[in-house]
Structures are given as structure tokens and as C-alpha cells.
T-cell receptor, first 113, second 112 residues
Framework: NAGVTQTPKFQVLKTGQSMTLQCAQD?????MYWYRQDPGMGLRLIYY???????DKGEVPNGYNVSRLNKREFSLRLESAAPSQTSVYFC????????????FGSGTRLTVV | DQQVKQNSPSLSVQEGRISILNCDYT??????FLWYKKYPAEGPTFLIS?????DKNEDGRFTVFLNKSAKHLSLHIVPSQPGDSAVYFC???????????FGAGTRLTVKP
């Protein structure tokens, strides 16, 4: 089925460990996004990629890095995980940014202990 | 600085009745608004949208109303069904930062 695929679905990390969250879309969308969802906070943008080869910081980029590997794939890396990064992470894509509805992946629930 | 606010964390409605979910915004530059629906263990899915040049947009059981002077929008679901039970997010594209601003969400429970 067409859409946005995120892996893994669940992950538990120890403080200081690193990991990469993977995201791939098969809709030929130009723009891709990483959000985190925390209770009472809605979704907050971490990083985005308006097109292949470009990445920009969002509202809460500290502690994260991203790579737009190609048009399909956009990965999010935590170099040294902290308990404050415990959250649910969503990847999203859209053909054009702004007014058009995003297609979201099913999320990665990350716990940092 | 939450530019999109959903002040009701939860709402419970009887099946067949109307559900009204509210959203307020502070940025007068927002020119488009969207509602997303989210089930547990799934990502949000786009539900309905409205341009700031309109005051109403309808799609089946779902209607969104926009009151620009009050910086307020609402989502009406009529009649409500148990399958509508989900978290609903209000959102608006922020042209200046290339970001989509989301509210905190309202958890709707529709009781049979």
C-alpha cells in the first residue's frame, strides 16, 4: 500500500545511546518532515526537507540530525539519547509544502531510560 | 508559543448527537486550516480543511466553520458515530517558517 513507512515501531534506549529512525515514502513526494508528539503539546517539527538534497531545522531540532538520503528516504538520528527525547516520532510527506495535507507514518514510540 | 490552541483535552458525546471540537489561533497570517484525525498506534490522517476566504466547508458528516474575526474554528460531526472516537488535531501552515502548527489535540469519545 502506498504511504509512509517508519521503522522501528518501538524502541527503548539507554541514556547516551544512539539510534536512527528510518522513514520512506513511495508517493514521489518532494517534502518530508519529522515531528515529535508529547502529551499536551501537539506535534512539533524537528526537521524538514523541502526537496531532495535540502534539510532545515524546525521548532525543536536540538539533539537530532537528519539525512535526506534520496527522494524516498528521510532519516532522523539521535547521537546521544536523553530522557527528554522520550516521545512518539512521526514522519510525514507531502507533494508540496504548506496548505496540502500531510501523509503521516504510523509513528515510532521511543523511550529513553 | 502555541499559535494553535485546542483548550479541551477531551470530549464525550452520545452516538447520534453532534460533536463540536474547537480550535483558536493567534497568528492572523494563517490563511488555511486543517483538521487531522488520529487513532491509537496510527499516524494522523487528514480529515477536512478550510481556506481563510471561506467561513464554512462541508464534507459528509463533517463541517468546519471559520470565524476570522474571533480567530476561531470548529469542527462539527453530525451524527457522531463510535468509529469517530479518536484524537482530533487542528493545524495551520505557517508560511514564514515552512512549518505546520498543530494544536495539542482533543480526544473525542462517542458512546454507543
Amino acid at each position: 500500500n502506498a504511504g509512509v513507512t517508519q521503522t522501528p515501531k518501538f524502541q527503548v534506549l539507554k541514556t547516551g545511546q544512539s539510534m536512527t529512525l528510518q522513514c520512506a515514502q513511495d508517493m514521489n513526494h518532494n517534502s518530508m518532515y519529522w515531528y515529535r508528539q508529547d502529551p499536551g503539546m501537539g506535534l512539533r517539527l524537528i526537521y524538514y526537507s523541502a526537496s531532495e538534497g535540502t534539510t532545515d531545522k524546525g521548532e525543536v531540532p536540538n539533539g537530532y540530525n537528519v539525512s535526506r538520503l534520496n527522494k524516498r528516504e528521510f532519516s532522523l538520528r539521535l547521537e546521544s539519547a536523553a530522557p527528554s527525547q522520550t516521545s512518539v516520532y512521526f514522519c510525514a510527506s507531502t507533494e508540496r509544502g504548506g496548505s496540502y495535507g500531510y501523509t503521516f507514518g504510523s509513528g515510532t514510540r521511543l523511550t529513553v531510560v | 508559543d502555541q499559535q494553535v490552541k485546542q483548550n479541551s483535552p477531551s470530549l464525550s458525546v452520545q452516538e447520534g448527537r453532534i460533536s463540536i471540537l474547537n480550535c483558536d489561533y493567534t497568528n492572523s497570517m494563517f490563511d488555511y486550516f486543517l483538521w487531522y484525525k488520529k487513532y491509537p498506534a496510527e499516524g494522523p490522517t487528514f480529515l477536512i480543511s478550510i481556506s481563510s476566504i471561506k467561513d464554512k466547508n462541508e464534507d459528509g458528516r463533517f463541517t468546519v466553520f471559520l470565524n476570522k474575526s474571533a480567530k476561531h474554528l470548529s469542527l462539527h460531526i453530525v451524527p457522531s458515530q463510535p468509529g469517530d472516537s479518536a484524537v482530533y488535531f487542528c493545524a495551520a501552515p505557517d508560511r514564514g517558517s515552512n512549518d505546520m502548527r498543530f494544536g495539542a489535540g482533543t480526544r473525542l469519545t462517542v458512546k454507543p
